[in-house]
């Protein structure tokens, strides 16, 4: 049957199918909405959506505590490489941050870290050897937390970890006048005039002059918070066995996780 010629049985024929829906669905309805919308994004920065396991945030307990890092390199300063890390495994500092390694030169870095005090809650210097064979002697590396060695090593194969309390330890420093048992190692500072801080050890300054051991033991004044005079540390050469000992100066820091650098 052709167009608009009626039928009882297939009614009027072919049905054009754009007209028919367009007759079913007025023009003043709204068209359907799209499956995928836009998104409107307000200017700044969106505010985050909350988490069903939110972090503990552990909050500083106190003042921070002065922490020491020092590396005396082997030959093959270059291998050597380092990176200290907070209690959530963040790098707060490294070898790559720092004026690198030299051949048999003493690097001491001064920080000031934030105190947690819980007992889950560590920081960790990790040091490593890219050849795998550590830092020969007499290379070393040291780790002094408020004023105590905590660590000394050098002698490792690719990497050596220490851990250490995110709390100020409480108890008496290692190094102890009245004890009379001077470490030849241990390192000891006097400031010049300039500010500038000469370092040397207790078997170094055993083997000057008088003149040169006098000058080093008259002071009692901590050039530093983890530096001691060495009428201090070395109560052997200096002869102060009896004397009453220099407390360690308070050290006020900034109460931040990234440390404070103090002057070298």
Not at 84 to 107: A, K, M, W, Y
Not at 224 to 245: E, F, H, L, V
Request: with cysteine; proline share 10%.
């Amino acid at each position: 049957y052709s167009q608009g010629e009626r039928n009882d049985y297939l009614g009027w024929g072919i049905v054009n199918a754009r007209l028919a829906l367009e007759a079913l669905v007025p023009a003043s309805l709204s068209p359907s909405p799209t499956l995928n919308p836009t998104v409107y994004q307000p200017s700044g920065e969106p505010s985050p959506s909350p988490t069903l396991n939110p972090t503990v945030s552990h909050q500083p307990s106190g003042a921070c505590m002065p922490v020491d890092i020092r590396i005396l390199p082997d030959e093959h300063a270059s291998e050597t490489s380092w990176n200290l890390f907070n209690p959530r495994g963040d790098v707060i500092n490294s070898s790559d941050q720092e004026d690198p390694l030299l051949l048999e030169t003493l690097f001491v870095l001064h920080t000031c870290l934030r105190t947690y005090c819980a007992d889950d809650l560590e920081y960790q210097f990790v040091i490593r050897d890219s050849y795998g064979d550590g830092i020969f002697a007499p290379g070393y590396y040291e780790i002094y937390v408020d004023g105590d060695l905590i660590k000394k090593g050098g002698d490792f194969t690719t990497e050596d970890v220490t851990k250490f309390s995110s709390c100020a330890p409480t108890s008496a420093p290692t190094i102890n006048p009245h004890s009379c048992n001077e470490d030849p190692e241990v390192t000891v500072g006097r400031k010049k005039p300039d500010g500038a801080i000469v370092q040397h050890t207790c078997g170094w300054l055993g083997t000057q002059s008088d003149k040169v051991i006098q000058a080093w033991c008259r002071t009692t004044k901590w050039p530093n918070d983890t530096i001691p005079p060495a009428s201090y540390a070395c109560p052997n050469t200096c002869d102060t066995c009896s004397a009453a000992p220099s407390s360690a100066p308070t050290s006020v820091c900034s109460d931040r996780l990234a440390p404070v650098k103090t002057s070298s």
